[in-house]
């Protein structure tokens, strides 16, 4: 059977760089090393989105951050990638692979050669927030060159492989700082490691990337089956007419309410990838090698849930019923790990059972929400799959940039943890005699103190507070120390009073007059953000907990959004539609092999008019 796509000459040398569409579907082997490509791609961009999280204390310390600042440094780089996402959608037109090709490219220079030499909290945010606007665009071309090389009969396991790129790129950022940062403290070389395997993969992307035709891309496939059938329908294709009002297409409900449906169901995630270290180290007082240790237990099994759900979810040829019972796993294993929170002693591996049991039903989830989504998105126009992605990484990026905002407000505590902590944890460690004497005395007291060291009426009250015992004793024993020291004869009595009560106080003046040990500055700081920091350590792990229950209402508020997307609950329905299918193809590559559908010209049904699969309710 003669095919009817259009034949142009291959480009050589060096326009093979730039001119990447194929007219023909490629083989298993060819279609198996784009993809591999792409996925490659997408981890190294989430490798440079995240990078940040691991060496987030010692950027905000060098660099002189509050935490709020640090906070609305990512706000900035979500919101600005969220309008760039929303630009991608011109991928239908321009293109996919040259978009990911030059976004690998310029975000590994912003890496390796921008940030890192960023001396001051305006250059990192800036050059922070063109990294997210290009990855913002090339994040959203990566899944689109996903859907373009899977029929649908495969698309859980592709998309399965493709959701390894945020994860995995999680787990290159916790894997490379958790081995490196002990011997490599400055948090730049985290950044020199993260652009140079940017280069690596652009380069790659640069000589093997490519990507389907127009008139290829812009059909339905439901399976490889349909290759013959779509390479026939291509010559009469009008990509132009195809993106008609695709726009307009994509923003209906299942497509915006399912893209915020999954972006609430994924805060949990995001806060982890932006905060865990942050969390951990205020809440439980991990390092932050210990704490990007306990996140790869989280990575590591996320990765390995999303290609077994996706695996199961084109087996048994349904998505549904995976997102429903991945998001009830999670929901538990959030629960758990929200309730933790208010236990300091809770062990590493108790985290580690709940941080299995969230990230392995939210991978089931995620994977067979992205599988169900690109088939609605296709249900309404297969053309403008880009379309239906920017509107979801718009969405996505909205939602997350709401919600570091609403972080700080939720978590004030971590904010004077983070600005001030580190200062008082300092000076507590230098002179812990002396802060646990201005811990103990009233701020009165020693105010009075500082005025006038003679003070004899606030001598006394110190010394009561510090010694524990009553004023009149206090009185007592110093009167009687001075007509000791006078040469005086005490009774016996005196002297039994003396001996039991003189040390106490003693003790406790030698600790009084040890203050003046302390710097003016230092003793300035503590009584400025001590208290201030003391009551943060109080508060921090309850509104944590407050934060976590509201990610767990998001996984909730999921659920019902699942009913809106396309594809059947029932393996067995589903299998019916697919055979049907393939008899219609059978039936349409029988009538081209008369020629009568060649002769005439093919046509791809306008957007929204009945396809040769039976689309199912």
């Known amino acids: 059977m003669t095919t009817a796509t259009i034949d142009r000459p291959a480009p050589g040398g060096l326009s093979r760089l730039w001119n990447r569409q194929l007219d023909h579907y490629p083989d298993t082997g060819p279609r198996t090393t784009y993809l591999a490509i792409t996925v490659l791609a997408t981890i190294v961009l989430y490798y440079e989105l995240y990078v940040q999280g691991a060496v987030s204390t010692k950027i905000i310390g060098e660099l002189h951050f509050s935490f709020t600042q640090f906070v609305f440094v990512a706000v900035i780089g979500n919101a600005v990638g969220a309008f760039a996402s929303l630009f991608a959608g011109l991928a239908d037109r321009w293109g996919r692979a040259n978009l990911v090709v030059a976004g690998v490219l310029i975000t590994g220079l912003l890496i390796l050669f921008g940030i890192p030499h960023a001396h001051n909290r305006t250059t990192y945010t800036v050059l922070l927030a063109l990294v997210s606007l290009v990855e913002g665009i090339a994040l959203v071309a990566t899944p689109a060159l996903i859907r373009d090389f899977s029929p649908q009969v495969g698309r859980g396991q592709a998309m399965g492989f493709w959701t390894l790129g945020p994860v995995l790129g999680s787990l290159v950022v916790t894997e490379v700082s958790s081995h490196t940062l002990s011997a490599h403290p400055d948090w730049r070389y985290q950044f020199y490691i993260c652009g140079i395997a940017g280069l690596v993969v652009a380069l790659i992307a640069l000589v093997g990337l490519r990507e389907l035709s127009p008139r290829l891309r812009d059909q339905l496939m439901v399976s490889m089956r349909d290759r013959a059938l779509v390479e026939a329908r291509a010559q009469g294709i009008d990509p132009e007419r195809a993106l008609q009002g695709h726009w307009r297409q994509m923003l209906r409900f299942d497509i915006v309410g399912s893209a915020f449906a999954v972006s609430v169901f994924l805060l949990l995630y995001y806060i982890l990838v932006g905060f865990l270290v942050v969390y951990f180290a205020t809440t439980f007082g991990y390092s932050e090698q210990k704490a990007n240790s306990l996140a790869n237990w989280y990575w590591i099994t996320n990765a390995i849930a999303l290609v077994i759900a996706g695996v199961l979810s084109d087996k048994v040829r349904v998505r549904k019923p995976f997102m429903v019972i991945g998001t009830l796993i999670s929901m538990v294993g959030t629960i758990l790990f929200?309730?933790?929170?208010?236990?300091?002693?809770?062990?590493?591996?108790?985290?580690?059972?709940?941080?299995?049991?969230?990230?392995?039903?939210?991978?089931?989830?995620?994977?067979?929400?992205?599988?169900?989504?690109?088939?609605?998105?296709?249900?309404?126009?297969?053309?403008?799959?880009?379309?239906?992605?920017?509107?979801?990484?718009?969405?996505?990026?909205?939602?997350?940039?709401?919600?570091?905002?609403?972080?700080?407000?939720?978590?004030?505590?971590?904010?004077?943890?983070?600005?001030?902590?580190?200062?008082?944890?300092?000076?507590?460690?230098?002179?812990?005699?002396?802060?646990?004497?201005?811990?103990?005395?009233?701020?009165?007291?020693?105010?009075?103190?500082?005025?006038?060291?003679?003070?004899?009426?606030?001598?006394?009250?110190?010394?009561?507070?510090?010694?524990?015992?009553?004023?009149?004793?206090?009185?007592?024993?110093?009167?009687?120390?001075?007509?000791?020291?006078?040469?005086?004869?005490?009774?016996?009595?005196?002297?039994?009073?003396?001996?039991?009560?003189?040390?106490?106080?003693?003790a406790a003046a030698t600790s009084l007059q040890s203050v003046a040990q302390v710097p003016p500055a230092d003793l300035a700081y503590l009584g400025a953000h001590g208290s201030k920091v003391a009551q943060a350590q109080k508060d921090n792990p309850k509104q944590w907990q407050h934060w976590w229950w509201i990610c767990l209402a998001g996984q909730l508020v999921f659920l019902p959004f699942v009913f809106v997307l396309a594809g059947r609950w029932s393996p067995r329905r589903a299998r019916e539609d697919e055979l049907a299918h393939e008899r219609l193809v059978e039936q349409e590559l029988a009538r081209l092999r008369g020629g009568d559908a060649l002769s005439s010209g093919i046509t791809r049904p306008a957007p929204d008019e009945p396809r040769t699969r039976t689309e199912p309710t």
Request: net charge positive.
């Open 338 to 506: 929200a309730l933790a929170t208010t236990h300091p002693h809770t062990s590493y591996y108790s985290f580690v059972v709940y941080f299995i049991l969230s990230s392995a039903g939210g991978g089931m989830a995620y994977v067979a929400w992205m599988a169900a989504f690109t088939e609605t998105v296709e249900k309404h126009n297969p053309a403008a799959t880009a379309t239906g992605l920017a509107v979801w990484g718009w969405v996505l990026r909205l939602v997350v940039t709401a919600a570091f905002a609403l972080l700080t407000v939720i978590v004030p505590a971590t904010t004077a943890l983070v600005d001030n902590g580190p200062r008082v944890q300092e000076i507590v460690a230098k002179y812990p005699t002396q802060v646990k004497v201005l811990q103990t005395v009233d701020p009165a007291t020693l105010a009075a103190l500082q005025a006038n060291a003679n003070n004899q009426s606030a001598q006394v009250k110190a010394l009561t507070e510090l010694s524990g015992l009553p004023a009149t004793d206090v009185v007592r024993v110093v009167t009687l120390g001075a007509q000791l020291k006078a040469g005086a004869k005490l009774a016996p009595g005196d002297l039994a009073f003396l001996g039991t009560n003189g040390p106490k106080v003693q």
